[in-house]
């Protein structure tokens, strides 16, 4: 329904617009080039829409504003990394003061022991250890599962995320094989020897796989978040946890993106019971720090091993990993957001979204629609897909491209590589009804 030659010219009219409107973050994009790698700190900040990345000067709450002296709508929130919201006043007190005490000495600090009692709390599993990102933190529990159960591979799901993990770089290719996801630079070995991939919501093809007997863990998210958000079925995730304990295979939930089910996650929010779970980004209010969770049975099982003298080589820890300034952060935060009434503002925020950008599509009569999971919420080119495979295959990026920087060119910025919107309890309905007539604008636009 959208024409495409139209598409085109509102696009080349839109990024005039930004080009225009941003002299000075031009000036610094071209200045960067000169000795940062792409112009920017990492390859994935050259994703943006527009000519060049916006830099940004300063954010609070829910807003941030770039050099030129613009002010944005922050649907992005550092893609959960400031779910909280920015600079949190009680965050910043708590870095400050720990920066002013000591950073690091490879020693424990007593808000460790605090932040685990909340993290068991929160989530229900007993015992937990820290890393530094939810990368780490998949790359020592999938180390724990292949040590604990002796076998070779882990199993994935279709087009997930889960970091810069090795094993997790691996999609299924037309023939049903298990082959390298596009993009992947590198890998050590052929990702087919290290891990098996099935289709999110396919309890079959899950079942035909363990039976097997190679795979050690089932990693997987409880709801596939980083190629949109995709559901999964009613009962999908008991079913998941029968058939892994069938077949022995750990379950690790990785919860760092679908922690916007709730302060427990959709762990606590549906029941579930995994093996192992990890939490990453929103849990230090914007300071990098991970943790990961263990079961009474896993964490008795690894007892042992983790007070061999050769545990500093065993691949897992790092000499930062929980250091006390990010326990500190991670204590601050979780004390005063991310509760069951920061929640109660932010979900509602995320509904008032869907329901805006669903009447747009309603209207006009698009095959378009909008997925909710708790305050994250995000619009499709296409109907809901069932599976990783289907959300990719409906990848529109030219239509991608031009709604984002529309929003840009209008105050709003939404998360980069999807058109997904995070809220936290600093947004506002006014912050909501501007996207909604934003987008409205847009398909306005498109539609002629």
Not at 308 to 320: K, Q, W, Y
Not at 333 to 338: G, R, W, Y
Not at 399 to 419: E, K
């Amino acid at each position: 329904m959208i024409d495409r030659n139209r598409l085109a010219q509102l696009h080349q009219a839109e990024e005039s617009r930004f080009v225009e409107s941003h002299p000075r973050s031009a000036a610094l994009a071209a200045e960067a080039r000169e000795h940062l790698m792409a112009g920017v700190p990492m390859p994935w900040m050259t994703r943006w829409p527009g000519a060049f990345p916006i830099f940004f000067d300063t954010a609070s709450g829910a807003r941030f504003t770039d050099v030129d002296g613009l002010e944005y709508v922050d649907l992005c929130l550092g893609d959960t990394g400031a779910m909280t919201g920015h600079a949190l006043p009680q965050v910043a007190a708590a870095i400050t003061e720990r920066a002013t005490t000591g950073i690091t000495t490879m020693l424990p600090s007593g808000d460790a022991v605090w932040v685990a009692g909340e993290l068991a709390r929160r989530f229900g599993l007993p015992s937990w250890q820290m890393a530094m990102t939810a990368t780490d933190a998949n790359r020592f529990v999938l180390r724990f599962a292949r040590y604990l159960t002796g076998r070779p591979k882990v199993a994935v799901m279709d087009w997930c995320y889960h970091g810069t993990v090795d094993e997790t770089f691996a999609i299924l290719g037309k023939d049903g094989q298990t082959i390298a996801r596009p993009g992947s630079m590198g890998p050590q070995v052929d990702v087919a020897l290290t891990t098996a991939v099935v289709p999110f919501n396919d309890l079959g093809a899950l079942d035909r796989r363990l039976a097997e007997g190679d795979i050690a863990a089932l990693l997987m998210e409880p709801a596939l978040t980083n190629i949109g958000i995709v559901l999964p079925e009613d009962g999908y995730l008991d079913a998941v946890r029968e058939i892994t304990r069938r077949h022995g295979v750990l379950w690790i939930i990785d919860e760092t993106h679908t922690l916007c089910a709730g302060p427990g996650g959709a762990t606590a929010a549906w029941g579930l019971d995994p093996d192992m779970l990890v939490v990453g980004k929103p849990i230090g209010g914007g300071v990098p720090v991970a943790a990961y969770g263990f079961s009474a049975e896993i964490a008795e099982r690894l007892a042992e091993p983790l007070h061999r003298p050769e545990i500093d080589t065993a691949g897992v820890g790092g000499t930062l990993t929980g250091n006390a300034l990010a326990i500190a952060a991670v204590r601050a935060t979780l004390s005063s957001a991310l509760r069951e009434e920061d929640f109660a503002v932010a979900i509602p925020l995320a509904e008032r979204f869907a329901e805006g950008v669903a009447g747009v599509i309603e209207k006009h009569r698009l095959p378009w629609h909008v997925q909710r999971l708790g305050c994250r919420a995000e619009y499709w080119f296409c109907p809901p897909p069932r599976n990783g495979a289907d959300a990719a295959d409906a990848s529109d990026e030219e239509l991608d491209a031009f709604m984002h920087l529309w929003a840009i060119n209008r105050g709003i910025l939404l998360t980069p590589f999807h058109n997904m919107a995070l809220f936290s309890p600093h947004h506002t309905d006014a912050d909501v009804d501007l996207h909604t007539q934003v987008f409205g604008e847009a398909v306005e636009a498109l539609l002629g």
